[in-house]
């Protein structure tokens, strides 16, 4: 069964904390992406990594960080510097193949700051 | 600078035709996507149009492109009630980031 995993599916954290999200794939594609999505807005990207060992920021990277040590796995690390982390976060993946160069999506983590 | 956008709502009746719009504004693009979001749930790719088409049918899906005005439109046949979302209009980069800008959404409601 091939996809895209997220965990955990909803998340809360205190403030000051620092909290991982998980996002696996068995896709075998090599790029892939996080995305912020705030309440009737459209998604932001936070991080994105095009192969193993190699990230870079995207629009809203300020109080995040990444690691992209497997090709099926990109955490994403909500620091206590993001000063508003409460969003529905996004993980995608990225398939290249002849004509085709579209991006999939995992079902999301709903992270809520207490 | 890369900017996409959408009409908020659309209402339309069980059976009827929907018409979803977006326009875009990075001419260079050479993919344009439709997604479809469900409450609580990830985006799942309905389809793309690649940026020399014109139209593009899938079933009860018909993509079309206007490239001169910037134009996207994402047509629905028969629409059902299991058709209710927000469906999300997207552009790729022409950087090596190749990351999607969004459209803020269209939450369509189909109506009995």
């Known amino acids: 069964d091939g996809g895209i995993t997220q965990s955990p599916k909803y998340l809360f954290r205190k403030e000051g904390q620092n909290v991982t999200l998980s996002c696996e794939q068995n896709?075998?594609?090599?790029?892939m992406y996080w995305y912020r999505q705030d309440p009737g807005q459209g998604l932001r990207l936070i991080y994105y990594?095009?192969?193993?060992?190699?990230?870079q920021k995207g629009d809203i990277a300020e109080g995040y960080s990444v690691s992209r040590e497997k090709k099926e796995s990109f955490p994403l690390t909500v620091t206590s510097a993001q000063k508003n982390p409460t969003a529905f976060y996004l993980c995608?993946?990225?398939?290249?193949?002849?004509?085709?160069?579209?991006?999939?999506f995992g079902p999301g983590t709903r992270l809520t700051v207490l | 600078g890369e900017d996409v956008e959408q009409s908020l709502f659309l209402s339309v009746r069980e059976g009827d035709s929907s018409v979803i719009n977006c326009t875009y504004t990075?001419?260079?693009?050479?993919?344009l996507y439709w997604y479809k979001q469900e409450p609580g749930a990830g985006l799942q790719l309905l389809t793309y149009?690649?940026?020399?088409?014109d139209m593009k049918q899938d079933q009860r899906l018909t993509v079309l492109l206007n490239k001169k005005d910037k134009h996207l439109s994402l047509r629905i046949a028969d629409t059902q009630t299991g058709d209710s979302a927000i469906y999300f209009c997207?552009?790729?980069?022409?950087?090596?980031?190749?990351?999607?800008?969004f459209g803020s959404g269209t939450q369509l409601t189909v109506l009995p």
């Open positions: 990594s095009q192969i193993v060992n190699d990230f």
């Open positions: 896709l075998n594609h090599d790029a």
């Open positions: 149009i690649f940026s020399n088409m």
């Open positions: 997207a552009e790729i980069s022409s950087g090596s980031a190749r990351q999607l800008t």
């Open positions: 990075d001419s260079s693009s050479t993919y």
């Open positions: 995608a993946s990225r398939r290249t193949s002849g004509r085709e160069d579209t991006q999939y």
